[in-house]
Structures are given as C-alpha cells and as structure tokens.
Antibody, heavy 121, light 108 residues
Framework: QLQLQESGPGLVKPLETLSLTCTVS??????????WGWIRQPPGKGLEWIGSIHYTGNSYYNPSLKSRLTISVDTPKNQFSLKLSSVTAADTAVYYC?????????????WGQGTLVTVSS | SSEVTQDPAVSVALGQTVRITCQGD??????ASWYQQKPGQAPLLVIYGKNNRPSGIPDRFSGSSSGNTASLTITGAQAEDEADYYC???????????FGGGTKLTVL
C-alpha cells in the first residue's frame, strides 16, 4: 500500500521560501511509470496543480508558478520536495503531494493527507 | 480564468442520474480524470481515461468525452456521493496539468 506523507513548516513569513518534503513509503520513487507531484488548495477554494517530477529529474510546472517554483527528487531517501519562493498570503493553502501516472490517460491515483501552510508575519 | 471550466453547483434527487461536465481545449486531445473530495479529506480518483474506474469505485460512476467536453455521470446517486467533484486535464500546450474549478454536488 503506497503512502505519501507531507512534512514541513506550517507557518511561513511573507517573502520567504516555502519548503515541503514528501516521503514515499510502500513503493519506490524510482519507477519509470510515475511522476511525483504537488497540488494545493486554498481554504474554501478549489484545487490547483503545482507541478511534478520524474525520478530522472524531468519536471513540469504550472506556468503561473514557474518563476518561483523548484521541485526536486531524492531517490536514496525516497522523497521529493517543493520550494516556492517569495510567498504571499495567496500561497496559504493545504498542500498535497501525490503520485501521477499516464500521459493520454493521466491520473493522480495516490494522495498524501495534505498539510496546511499559512503565510503570515 | 481557468483553462478548464465546470459548473459551480449541481443537484440531483436521491437515486436519479446526474452528469457533471468539464470543458477545455486540452480535452480535444487528452482525457480528463475526475476526483471526488469530501470535507476535510484528500481528493479521491473516481474516473480516468476513456472510462476507467480505480478499484473500489462503484460502477455507478462513469466517464465520457466528446470534443472539448468531458463528463462524469453518476447513475443512481447515493447520499454518500454528495461532495465536490474536480476534473483535471492537460493545459492547452500539453506540458502542464490544470484542474477545473470544481462542482459541488448536492443529493436531495
């Protein structure tokens, strides 16, 4: 049973960098079949896809966040990470890590429980 | 504005059939996937591809697609189907993903 667990600070100051890590258990992050991604959801609002990465390092990002975003992978630790710079209150959200699969039949088939990150001074 | 649009809210009588739709340019080339989200929970994949259900998803959930529109149909809606539903597809350039704004389903 694959499990994904987000970890990182729950409070980040404006203009600082938000950093989260997702630890994958019950499966290897080094599988050619999957991408590993981040999705967020501001309180009371809808889902926003942030970006995802393959274990080889190939990544793709939401164009609206690309200039502030870095997603990286650490295969020995079976983890992947998110860094979002210059945050504002608009970046306050529940952040989910997830596993993505497929191209034409793309799906996000496993999700972490999510972690709330608040941007406030 | 979102590249993928959904109706904000839909209602259905218990036991009846409801269709939730999603429109976007990327849907002319790529299939949508559909997610159910209940309050306080992570989203759950219910349909992907042409019409595929993950293990454990009831067969009252089905998917279809035509042109730039994807649809999620619940045949015989149950009280436990009341939730927010999101579609997800590739953006118009194909190299990123995008969610629709979500549809709140109320089962009357």
């Amino acid at each position: 049973q694959l499990q994904l667990q987000e970890s990182g600070p729950g409070l980040v100051k404006p203009l600082e960098t938000l950093s989260l890590t997702c630890t994958v258990s019950g499966g290897s992050i080094s599988s050619s079949s999957y991408y590993w991604g981040w999705i967020r959801q501001p309180p009371g609002k809808g889902l926003e896809w942030i970006g995802s990465i393959h274990y080889t390092g190939n990544s793709y990002y939401n164009p609206s966040l690309k200039s502030r975003l870095t997603i990286s992978v650490d295969t020995p630790k079976n983890q992947f990470s998110l860094k979002l710079s210059s945050v504002t209150a608009a970046d306050t959200a529940v952040y989910y890590c997830a596993r993505e699969e497929g191209v034409h039949e793309h799906r996000i088939d496993d999700w972490g429980q999510g972690t709330l990150v608040t941007v406030s001074s | 504005s979102s590249e993928v649009t959904q109706d904000p809210a839909v209602s259905v009588a218990l036991g009846q059939t409801v269709r939730i739709t999603c429109q976007g340019d990327g849907l002319t080339t790529y299939y949508a996937s559909w997610y159910q989200q209940k309050p306080g929970q992570a989203p759950l994949l219910v349909i992907y591809g042409k019409n595929n259900r993950p293990s454990g998803i009831p067969d009252r959930f089905s998917g279809s697609s035509s042109g730039n529109t994807a649809s999620l149909t619940i045949t015989g809606a149950q009280a436990e189907d009341e939730a927010d539903y999101y579609c997800n597809s590739r953006g118009s350039s194909g190299n990123y993903m995008v969610f629709g704004g979500g549809t709140k389903l109320t089962v009357l």
